[in-house]
């Protein structure tokens, strides 16, 4: 049976990142929700060790969004000022499986938020 600290750790964890996510423009935000939503159900059933490596990550991820969203004085954050330099170290500590969704995150978080354009009917 789960920790009752864990699985509150857990869920404060998660629900602090889709509140940060509120700052995120919205194809972001919306690309960033079903992301940490997938991930999160992914990993509850994990081993100790991958699961304190998980939340060490995400608590990482927290704390850089944290501080954006604190320098944006809480408006929407440009595109430009998101997220941090992945190190080769830690890049090095991939699995092929996590280095093919961090690319499909990045080709995903790129492409052009077309989604979102309004067009007028010429006719």
């Known amino acids: 049976m789960a920790n009752p600290a864990h699985v509150s750790r857990v869920r404060s964890l998660y629900k602090r ?14 690309l ?9 159900r992914r990993h509850t059933r994990v ?18 969004l944290q501080t954006q969203v604190l320098d944006s004085s809480g408006h929407l954050i440009p595109r430009s ?14 699995q092929d499986e996590q280095i093919g969704q961090l690319y499909e995150l990045m080709l995903e978080s790129t492409k052009p ?7 007028e009917d010429t006719k």
């Open 17 to 30: 990142i889709l509140l940060l996510h509120r700052f995120l423009p919205i194809d972001l935000k919306a």
């Open 32 to 40: 960033g929700d079903q992301y940490v939503k997938e991930e999160f």
């Open 47 to 64: 081993s100790l060790q991958e699961g304190t490596s998980f939340m060490a990550e995400w608590e990482s991820y927290k704390d850089t």
């Open 81 to 94: 000022n998101l997220g941090a330099a992945l190190t080769e170290e830690k890049f090095k500590d991939f």
């Open 113 to 119: 938020n077309r989604q979102f354009d309004i067009q």
